[in-house]
């Protein structure tokens, strides 16, 4: 008789297991890996049609382990500095729509003064708010708010940089996250390391000490490691709970500061490079250790088949000089780099693993952008009944994903707004509207009104303006952009010197 009542308790167990995990299948958990400053050639992953040199420096295995059972994308589009593409993410609308067109960080202050020849419009300083009326900020329906209503865990773990100190959007729990780890108003890290408590402990730093690890605080842990630490303690919660759950790994690496995470940088000094190269590439190396970790955590817990993994990196790679007089980071074939309407700017690493939907080691060559990701996440959830505050400029990529009813890229235009000054100087950088369409590219410069016009399929480097030689292009899309700019009632900067708003690209081509 016990016997028997040990086997009904047995039999009972497993399938309430067993219920469990159906349950939670019903669901896919979704997690988005965001890298910080990631130049489309930073990894071993190659998204071109070869192999460069620069593949073979960087060691991403799981990058490589991701692509072979999912999908790259060569041609994916961010915004040229952080915060306007992690609120696109976050809200749908193209960075000229919601006017967060620069980098935020105090509450209605410019973080970077205007030039001798631009004022920058009134634009919104203050990043993003899920509340009405805040000064300076996209009022918005949050994406993981939308994903926490339908009954997902959402859970934050890395970068925020979505609102300025002070602003209701400086903190993820008040955009629809559950849990946040590490994130605030910042887009730096005070320091990478544990030891010395990630900035906290430096007076200096304190605007930019990551919050809350102090449990890592004094300990020899780099803070890739710490946040995915963290990251994997939220999810197994969620697990735990039999519900599924949204990850926005959003990784501080591989911003600024260069900080070599001492697991990885000895090998890449052993093969000769530059110090700080060799840092640099131990922080993508590390971020991809992360990378990893999770997908061997969605093994362990039996839910790698019914989780979504989408990866992409924020801006290009920051080509800029670093001191000391070495680049950390190269672009090459794409010219320019961080804080610029050339490809190195805005071209991004891109991968998608959705098992059995996404066939594994695929390519697409269609081109998309960053506010794509809002409506395409809401779709792999199964969220189609929903309403926001602001329109949605984004296009669900998941066709491309499923190849069902694709349609080329080839007629969708793509559109950049800049109409602020970043800082470094060097080729693309400075402010300035971009439409893409088809292999075609115009940049409008705000400075000076002055047009680059490339043909991307022939000249990925863009080494030759067109806009002397394809005159009748350069008119057709200078009247795409301004239709576009016109119809979002985009904000352009003033010229100092005749007290006027910068006219729109065609008003100069008539």
């Known amino acids: 008789m016990k016997n028997l009542k040990g086997l009904l308790v047995t039999v009972l167990l497993l399938l309430s297991v067993g219920c469990q995990s159906i349950k939670q299948k019903e669901k896919l958990n979704i997690i988005v890996f ?83 020849k631009l004022a920058q419009p009134d634009w919104n300083v203050n990043g993003m708010s899920p509340d009405e009326g805040i000064p300076n900020t996209i009022y918005a329906t949050p994406l993981p708010q939308l994903l926490k209503d339908a009954g997902y865990f959402t859970i934050h773990s890395g970068k925020a940089h979505l609102g300025a100190i002070g602003t209701p959007g400086s903190d993820p729990l008040n955009l629809g996250f559950d849990v946040n780890i590490a994130g605030h108003a910042a887009g730096a890290p005070g320091s990478y390391y544990g030891t010395e408590s990630f900035g906290n402990d430096d007076p200096n730093r304190t605007t930019w000490a990551v919050p809350g690890l102090e449990k890592y605080h004094g300990k020899d842990i780099y803070l890739s490691e710490a946040i995915t630490r963290e990251a994997a303690h939220a999810m197994d919660s969620a697990v735990n709970n039999d519900q599924p759950f949204f990850l926005y790994m959003a990784h501080y690496a591989v911003h600024t500061p260069i900080q070599g995470d001492d697991r990885f940088v000895q090998k890449y000094l052993d093969q000769g490079l530059l110090p700080t ?108 009944d929903y309403q926001t505050v602001q329109p949605i400029d984004g296009v669900s990529f998941v066709p491309l994903l499923t190849h069902q009813n694709v349609s080329s890229s080839k007629d969708r235009p793509l559109f950049w707004h800049y109409p602020n000054r970043w800082g ?64 979002v009632n985009a904000q352009m900067p003033l010229d100092k010197q005749t007290g006027q708003v910068v006219e729109y690209p065609s008003d100069l081509l008539d």
């Open 34 to 116: 965001l890298v910080d400053d990631m130049g489309w050639q930073d990894t071993s992953v190659p998204f071109w049609n070869e192999r460069t040199p620069y593949n073979n420096v960087y060691q991403t295995p799981n990058m490589e382990r991701l692509a072979s059972a999912g999908m790259k994308f060569t041609q994916a589009y961010a915004c040229a500095v952080c915060s306007p593409t992690r609120v696109s993410l976050m809200t749908g609308m193209n960075a000229a729509h919601h006017r967060v067109t620069n980098w935020t960080l105090r509450k209605d202050v410019q973080p970077v003064a205007d030039d001798d």
């Open 277 to 384: 190269e060799a840092k640099y590439a131990s922080m993508v190396e590390g971020m991809d250790k992360s990378l990893g970790d999770i997908m061997d955590f969605l093994i362990e817990k039996q839910i790698e088949e019914n989780t979504v993994i989408l990866f992409m990196s924020d801006n290009g790679g920051l080509s800029a000089v670093a001191r000391g007089g070495e680049k950390h980071t190269h672009n090459k074939p794409l010219s320019s780099g961080k804080g610029s309407a050339h490809e190195g700017g805005i071209r991004e690493p891109m991968i998608v693993k959705w098992p059995g939907k996404v066939k594994p080691n695929s390519v697409t060559h269609d081109y998309l952008i960053i506010e794509d990701f809002f409506p395409s996440i809401l779709e792999i959830a199964s969220i189609t």
């Open 424 to 487: 470094p100087l060097g080729p693309g950088i400075g402010a300035s509207s971009t439409v893409r369409l088809g292999d075609w590219k115009l940049i409008y410069y705000h400075s000076d009104r002055s047009f680059e016009l490339f043909n991307l399929r022939d000249d990925i480097g863009e080494t030759r303006n067109r806009a002397s030689d394809s005159r009748e292009k350069l008119k057709e899309l200078a009247l795409v952009l301004t239709n576009y700019l016109k119809q």
